[in-house]
């Protein structure tokens, strides 16, 4: 293998009762995959699966079949996101729980915490902004950090999750919002229950909202459209967040690169003040011109691998990147092994965004479309001798 590949994975696929009472009987993100229409001429809306249909994740079968997908693929295991919404409240557990009891699939997983509340506006596409809480994300402090904590330790210690320097990763989706006193709580209770240690990975999505503040107090990034200051960003999560390594997604920065700053901000001031949305689309190419950057070479970078993204089912006319290919992802995954290729075979890490995010058409399971594409394109990168020709050029 050429990299270590470690797919996202949303565990949403099968109904809960939270969903039912805001969304009505048996609703997934199936239900707004498959109603989406397309927006402008030539826009790939609906996305239909293939090989594993409208699942439920509630299936063991679906799970073994998806394990063997992704094996072949060359991808190592999956990232499971869990929902934590602190004093034992937790939403979609149930897929994880049962690959953790049953042991099956044999498949390697590890966790990411999605530290984030679930609010009606994630699935509202009409407009209307009404923003009802389903559940809220809270700390309560110590109790519950251990709580969680040992909630958790189950899958930690299990032969199949997966590790970097012989610590179970655990990914944090909002960096931002953990409290301080959150990972030395919990590298401790990792030392007591006799593992080497947690290896921390912030994800670094659409950082340029948070102005990164130094150890004296003054603030040391230009703010929200700043795109040559990715270097502080890590530092800051390594650094005063007490993260061991960040998960980047580049999006936000590739955006404004690739569109005019000034558009990107009518846009979004449109839509914020007047309630006005234009249909906000990319070029896959042009993005990805621009979403790396070379601090992802860094030891303890693990850039992300983004096949495709259209949030159109969950949110309307914002977000959609059009042209996107296996062959064009195949030039993604290219560059990032060219950015990974000089680290220690451990830090050799990909995170894949994602393996099976349908509603905001970032996924690689087949589809009725491109079939096997995107799975084929990762294989021949991954597992298989791939030409190294030349890639899209930065210009």
Not at 151 to 162: E, G, P
Not at 305 to 334: C, M
């Amino acid at each position: 293998m050429k990299a270590r590949v470690i797919a996202l994975y949303l565990p949403q696929f099968h109904p809960i009762p939270e969903n039912d009472k805001f969304w009505g009987p048996g609703f997934t993100e199936w239900t707004n995959v498959a109603k989406a229409k397309p927006l402008f001429r030539g826009h790939y809306q609906p996305r239909i699966p293939a090989d594993l249909g409208f699942y439920d994740l509630r299936l063991p079968e679906i799970r073994e079949q998806q394990a063997k997908m992704a094996r072949e693929a060359g991808v190592e295991g999956f990232c499971y996101w869990h929902y934590w919404f602190g004093n034992g409240k937790q939403l979609l557990q149930r897929p994880f729980n049962e690959v953790l009891n049953s042991g099956k699939p044999d498949f390697p997983f590890a966790l990411g915490w999605a530290n984030h509340s679930w609010t009606t506006a994630t699935w509202t596409r009409d407009g209307n902004k009404r923003k009802e809480m389903i559940a809220e994300q809270c700390y309560y402090g110590e109790e519950d950090y251990k709580m969680h904590f040992a909630y958790v330790l189950k899958a930690f210690k299990d032969k199949r999750y997966i590790t970097i320097d012989g610590k179970p990763i655990f990914v944090v989706f909002d960096p931002y919002d953990l409290p301080g006193d959150f990972i030395p709580c919990w590298r401790t209770l990792a030392q007591e229950a006799g593992l080497r240690g947690i290896h921390f990975i912030a994800y670094m999505q659409n950082t340029n909202g948070h102005p990164v503040i130094a150890e004296d107090g003054h603030q040391v990034t230009k703010g929200y459209f700043s795109t040559d200051e990715a270097g502080k960003y890590y530092d800051y999560a390594t650094g005063q967040l007490g993260f061991d390594a960040v998960l980047p997604l580049g999006t936000w920065r590739a955006e404004v690169c690739a569109k005019n700053r000034w558009w990107v901000a009518l846009q979004r001031q449109l839509s914020a003040r007047f309630g006005i949305s234009l249909v906000n689309k990319y070029d896959y190419r042009q993005v990805m011109r621009h979403y790396y950057v070379p601090e992802d070479a860094r030891e303890n970078v693990y850039p992300s691998l983004l096949p495709q993204w259209d949030r159109s089912p969950r949110a309307g006319v914002n977000g959609i990147y059009t042209g996107s290919t296996p062959e064009r992802f195949k030039e993604t995954i290219l560059e990032a092994l060219k950015l990974i290729k000089d680290k220690q075979p451990e830090h050799q890490v990909l995170f894949l965004k994602s393996w099976n995010e349908w509603a905001e058409g970032n996924y690689i399971e087949p589809d009725q479309k491109f079939g096997h594409g995107y799975l084929d394109a990762l294989r021949q990168c991954i597992v298989d001798d791939c030409d190294e020709r030349p890639l899209f050029d930065k210009n």
